[in-house]
């Protein structure tokens, strides 16, 4: 990997294992917009970044030098060898070749913890464009103005400063519906008892998760997103209704248990589970595997 400043523009050069698409689109996260092919727009971590995917290069524009295309290079968690990843999840699972061959480029985003459990609250029983538009709603009315390109203008996911005095009418008002009293309650913690990365250093997986559940509307799917992609727990496996439907088709042949399939991903997938969910997930969901028809 080399990183190339030229004109207010940065490359980033020979990236192994990355799809900026299938990164941003396979439902870590809800802060982005396609505007052409393999190009977006992507507000992150209270700034606005305007991508292209060229083969192996990925151009940021309007970055300027090694300093601030590091951020981005954390962002997309382009240092981690995903070669060997895939190679120890195919030595001890072939069924995920054809997931791993097919969305081969996805990786896991380093995102802001706070920006992860409320946009995962907001998640339940939602489909994602829907999702993306209660956030984005969110942002617009309490976060920070960080750019306009093309002529929409973007804020930033809000802290939990600029949330703390927000009341369930103004969360209604950004259609979260029955989610509202839980976004309170969430941000009433963060602000209160001030969890944040720090306060789960340490804490082994299963406690970080009853952590989590102490909060109103986190369950445990819920609560295993945000150790996914948003505490750096990378074993952790979210199982929602495409998992369980994939997991069952794929795994047992049968409808098969949160339970059962838990201790499936923990003894084949170990510490890269997450890794597993998220190949698993996204190929199941684009081919439909599971989907119950009439």
Known sequence: MEIISDNNNTVIKN?????????????QCFRYDKIGDKEYIL?????????????????????????????WI????????????????LNR??????????????????????????????????????????VRAISDKFGTFIGEINGIKYHSFP??????????????NCKTGFRAPYLCDAVSRLHQEQLDVESFKGLKEEEARQKLMEIKGVGE?????????????????????WIK????????????SPAEIQKLAEERF??????????????GRDNKIGKKTR
Do not use: W
């Open 159 to 172: 802290s939990v400063n600029q949330l703390v005095s927000a009341k369930e009418e103004d969360f209604r």
């Open 221 to 241: 799917k819920i609560a295993n997103c945000v150790l996914l992609f948003g505490l750096g727990y990378r074993s952790a496996f979210p199982i929602d209704v």
């Open 245 to 256: 439907r994939i997991m069952g088709e794929v795994y047992f042949g049968r409808e098969a």
């Open 15 to 27: 990236i192994d294992d990355f799809d900026l698409g299938q990164t941003l689109e396979c439902g």
């Open 43 to 71: 507000a992150a971590k209270g700034k606005l970044l305007h991508a292209r995917q060229e083969g192996v290069d990925l151009i940021l524009f309007g970055v300027e030098g090694k300093t601030q295309a590091n951020d």
């Open 74 to 89: 954390d962002y997309f968690d382009l240092r981690r060898d995903y070669g060997k990843i895939k190679r120890y999840l």
């Open 93 to 134: 699972d072939e069924e995920l070749r054809e997931a791993i061959r097919t969305k081969h480029g996805v990786r896991i985003l380093n995102q802001e913890f706070h920006e992860v459990l409320l946009s995962f609250i907001i998640s339940q029983n939602k489909q994602i464009p829907h999702i993306r538009q209660i």
């Open 270 to 283: 170990g510490e890269y589970g997450g890794y597993a969910q998220q190949y698993i997930f996204y190929y």
